[in-house]
């Protein structure tokens, strides 16, 4: 939409359901629809502007601050130069669509054909939100366990839908759920799962038992299963990840989504892809070409190279991880905070609790003036924010220097004793 610069401010009018002069004026003063009124600003826009205004370290939204394999980087570059900035396929450039399909082979043991069950996206969030949109009927419901990343409420509501959370808590040091409160959640109109491990924000890995629980549901109420795997390469200490689409009877019921993004550090590139039966496939690209129509193609060219190349790159970047979420898991500890030692993913989940703080939110907001440090409240991504108000979320995904400044600066709030101090 061009800015305006007229006298007044533009107005738009529709006539709500019902009419009269009090709907027109609610449509005046607040064009958006009303599904998504609650949503507004996204947390990590909010908290990495805040890091700007303030010169305060980043440690909230989880992009890394060093880039991907040199090597990919350049191919993506050649790529321009020779030419490839025009469209590509809808479904994707070819080349991508067999290095994701052969990855699957090779990782996994999952056959997708290229030519009908891969179908890349502008990151994992489109293809999420594509998949919601293409799959939910309006009333349909959605489970999905809390705390859960900001964009899956969104796309439940942009299909009209009804989200069912299932929370996760802390328990021997990891999250995890009731399977009895799982499949509580599962009534007559739930139609999909949302999956997403490694999970963000919990940085948990779902065990084979806790994905046994998830599967049974599926087939027993024969819901489909729309999998966030964005982490599937970043695991540590030896945990395994395993897709929910290897297990029994899950292949044919699981559209499966990862991305280039958090594998490779370039999640600029907003390369993303999905993996499902045909039907799915199908019925996902019939709402992605009214939503993006492709994703660009010198990312496309680079990522293949990626995926066929850049393997020993990765698993030296899991390692680094590795280290850096020792060096800010321990950091923050000294500093008075209990953490939560994650099995994968870019974030140490903390409780504040012991540093006298309950309400993340509003320690988030003035963590930069304490302390120099922008982070993100876990609270925002619970239908309950009570269950998760004494969370934050720190990203380690960052220079060794950056992460112990970080901590350094932290160290103030334990020194301080809380807010009363």
Same mark, same amino acid.
Request: without cysteine; proline residues 7%; aromatic residues 6%.
């Given at each position: 939409m061009g800015s305006y610069d007229g006298p007044d401010p533009p107005r738009v009018v529709v006539a709500a359901s019902g009419g009269g002069p009090a709907a027109t004026l609610e449509r005046v003063s607040d064009p958006l629809v009303a599904r998504?009124?609650?949503?507004?600003?996204?947390?990590?826009?909010?908290?990495s502007a805040?890091?700007?205004?303030?010169?305060?370290?980043n440690l909230g939204q989880g992009f890394p601050d060093t880039d991907g394999p040199a090597a990919m980087l350049e191919r993506a570059v050649s790529a321009i130069r020779d030419g490839f900035n025009q469209y590509p396929p809808g479904p994707g450039v070819p080349e991508l669509r067999r290095a994701v399909s052969e990855h699957r082979k090779a990782h996994y043991g999952l056959d997708y054909d290229p030519d009908g069950e891969v179908l890349v996206t502008v990151g994992a969030t489109e293809a999420i939100a594509a998949a919601i949109l293409a799959l939910c009927e309006p009333g349909d419901e959605v489970i999905a366990f809390e705390p859960y990343y900001d964009s899956y409420a969104a796309s439940v509501a942009l299909a009209g839908a009804v989200l069912r959370p299932v929370t996760l808590r802390p328990a021997e040091g990891r999250f995890t759920f009731d399977p009895a409160e799982l499949r509580a959640a599962? +009534?007559? &109109?739930t139609r999909a799962i949302l999956v997403n491990s490694p999970h963000n924000p919990t940085g948990t890995v779902f065990t084979r038992a806790e994905l046994e629980e998830i599967a049974l549901l599926c087939r027993e109420r024969d819901l489909v299963a729309v999998t966030d795997e964005v982490y599937e390469h970043l695991t540590f200490d030896g945990v395994e990840h395993i897709p929910p689409a290897t297990?029994? +009877?899950? &292949?044919?019921?699981?559209?499966?989504i990862s991305s280039a993004g958090k594998t490779f550090s370039v999640t600029g590139w907003k390369t993303g892809w999905i993996c499902a039966p045909p039907e799915f496939v199908r019925a996902v690209q019939t709402v992605k070409q009214f939503l993006t129509f492709t994703a660009a193609a010198p990312w496309q060219l680079a990522v293949a190279h990626g995926l066929r190349h850049e393997l020993d790159?990765?698993?030296?970047l899991r390692a680094d991880l590795q280290s850096k979420r020792d060096r800010l898991a321990a950091g923050l500890t000294a500093a008075g905070f209990d953490v939560y030692r994650p099995q994968g993913t870019y974030f140490v989940q903390t409780d504040i609790r012991p540093l006298g703080f309950a309400d993340g939110l509003a320690l988030t907001r003035e963590l930069p003036s304490l302390a120099g440090v922008v982070a993100i409240p876990t609270q925002v991504f619970y239908a309950?924010?009570?269950?998760?108000?004494h969370f934050v979320r720190f990203a380690f995904c960052k220079k060794d220097e950056v992460i112990d400044e970080a901590v350094r600066r932290l160290t103030r709030l334990g020194e301080a004793g809380g807010p009363a101090a």
């Open positions: 998504m009124r609650e949503f507004g600003t996204t947390i990590f826009a909010e908290m805040l890091a700007v205004r303030t010169g305060s370290i599962a +009534g007559p &109109r297990l029994p +009877g899950m &292949r044919e019921r699981t559209v499966m790159w990765v698993s030296a309950h924010p009570e269950r998760g108000s």
